[in-house]
């Protein structure tokens, strides 16, 4: 069993629509969560990270995470064709220095 | 002026081969790190490094070796290459936690 579980979708959605992306985790330890969003033949990019259990809101991107379910979500409001790709949740807590990863969520956002 | 930037961008050799990739990070960080990335887009940390010691070797085959000549450069050496080592081979630099990790655009390796 994977230490970090993501539906790999494709998650296919209209413009404007509210996306919700999940993670689930198996170690206890982490405590940093991130979600990264790749596009197509590029890198991951760093859209957010959340210490501990909480909300984090970036414009459109809220990130909130549970410890006590050991589960992570992004949801993206007013989703853009431009959102469309592959998202990434990650986790690592503190001294690792690498991070462990979902295998994640292809996202389509039709206009 | 790229942040992380890989060197080559796409690479096709032969089995038993030997190749490099090169990573350079302009960001003043002082950590840096190999990930490989699969054909079903999983990424897994290979190596990292940390003010050039090496310092996490996830059961990585002795046929690759990375070198950091210094705290902005890390390079992955990989001999004598098989056909299960095709993947997209991503670089990383942080700084502090390791938390925020930055990716370089990647090197798409195949082996023929």
């Known amino acids: 069993q994977k230490e970090v579980e993501q539906d790999p979708g494709p998650l296919s959605v209209p413009e404007g629509a509210i996306v919700s992306l999940n993670c689930t985790y198996s170690n206890s330890a982490f405590q940093y969560f991130m979600w990264y969003r790749q596009y197509s033949r590029k890198g991951p990019e760093l859209l957010m990270y959340?210490?501990?259990?909480g909300n984090k809101e970036d414009g459109r991107f809220t990130a909130q995470v549970d410890k006590s379910s050991k589960y992570i979500s992004l949801f993206i409001r007013d989703s853009q064709p431009s959102d469309s790709a592959t998202y990434l949740c990650?986790?690592?807590?503190?001294?690792?220095?690498?991070?462990?990863f979902g295998s994640g969520t292809r996202l389509q956002v039709q206009p | 002026d790229t942040a992380v930037s890989q060197t080559p961008k796409y690479l096709v050799t032969q089995m038993g081969n030997d190749k490099s990739i090169k990573c350079e990070q302009n960001l003043g960080h002082d950590t840096m790190y190999w990930y490989k990335q699969d054909s079903k887009k999983f990424l897994k940390i290979m190596f990292s490094y940390n003010n050039k010691e090496l310092i996490i070797n996830e059961t990585v085959p002795n046929r690759f070796s990375p070198k950091s000549p210094d705290k902005a450069h890390l390079n992955l050496h990989i001999n004598s290459l098989e056909l299960g080592d095709s993947a997209v081979y991503f670089c990383?630099?942080?700084?502090?936690?390791?938390?925020?990790?930055?990716f370089g655009p990647g090197t798409r390796l195949t082996v023929t």
């Open positions: 990383a630099s942080s700084q502090g936690g390791g938390h925020e990790q930055y």
């Open positions: 959340t210490y501990s259990s």
């Open positions: 990650a986790t690592t807590n503190t001294g690792r220095r690498a991070l462990t």
